[in-house]
């Protein structure tokens, strides 16, 4: 709370920056609404709870890919976890959400006035997320503890670039048959800073009479998500998972089911069942 109220009093924040990190990442956990914070055992860990390391019993690679806006837009995501000894584990994983082939028309028209389509040009828009993680067994009083080193660069073709860095941090404990888990993203605020290429369109905007772009950096505040899960024993074959999740931001009013000034939060809740832990 204390870098959430520093934030506010001494920067100015650009609502949803880096909101390409609010998706998630792993199929399973976007198919439960990304209600799984208190029980990820995979790869996806990284991203979600990187206290859960500690739970895995043998190396794993994950790869994902889903594909938005009926495949104008691909998120992909891949990560690698491993444990070290009995008490320590890390992962790592990288992510990219990102809209390629976008046409470039600012000199579709010759300088003498003239159409010509072989002046188009094609660009990528995307955004990178790198994941570094690790997790202590037993940290605190029972509470496996991890946390996240994020670098983050975004890229709009040949126009403007941006270097990002922030960490998360994260909990979990068991209590007889239920679990919870804990993260706060962002914890110390994530900071990227942008910079433009000037000369790719400094002609274009001084002729619609656009004021030309600043570098400027942009500043994404904590949140935080905690869980409640249980695993239900159904019979020798079927076992089930529930788990309540609540997300806690702290950058004023959103969309959600409870929201103010100051913070927003909104409930989600997520049930898988599992044949022999196969299907």
């Not at 890390?90 to 976008?102: E, K, S, T």
């Not at 028209?109 to 790198?130: C, K, L, P, V, W």
């Not at 080193?149 to 709009?156: D, F, P």
């Not at 048959?177 to 905007?205: H, Q």
């Amino acid at each position: 709370f204390f870098f959430v109220f520093l934030s506010f009093s001494v920067h100015s924040q650009i609502k949803y920056s880096n909101e390409f990190l609010q998706i998630g990442a792993g199929a399973r956990a976007l198919s439960l609404s990304g209600t799984v914070v208190a029980n990820t055992p995979d790869a996806s860990s990284v991203y979600w709870n990187p206290s859960s390391l500690v739970d895995i019993n043998q190396r794993e690679l994950e790869l994902m890919h889903a594909s938005y806006f009926s495949g104008i837009a691909n998120f992909d995501q891949i990560s690698y976890i491993q444990k070290t000894n009995e008490t320590d584990a890390f992962g790592i994983m990288a992510l990219r959400f990102g809209i390629d082939n976008i046409m470039n028309t600012s000199n579709l028209i010759d300088d003498q006035g003239n159409i010509d389509y072989n002046r188009i040009e094609m660009f990528s828009t995307a955004d990178y997320a790198f994941l570094f993680s690790y997790a202590k067994k037993d940290f605190f009083q029972g509470f496996d503890a991890g946390g996240n080193l994020k670098v983050i660069y975004r890229q709009v073709g040949s126009f403007a670039r941006s270097w990002g860095f922030g960490f998360d941090i994260s909990l979990q404990k068991r209590f007889g048959k239920w679990k919870f888990g804990a993260i706060s993203r962002d914890v110390t605020s994530t900071f990227n800073t942008w910079s433009f290429n000037m000369e790719e369109f400094d002609e274009v905007y001084l002729e619609t009479g656009n004021s030309l772009p600043e570098n400027s950096s942009e500043i994404t505040l904590p949140s935080l998500q905690v869980g409640l899960a249980r695993i239900f024993t159904i019979n020798n074959n079927f076992s089930a998972h529930t788990e309540i999740d609540v997300d806690f931001h702290f950058d004023g009013e959103r969309n959600s089911l409870y929201s103010s000034n100051i913070m927003s939060c909104n409930p989600h809740i997520g049930t898988e069942i599992k044949f022999k832990d196969i299907i």
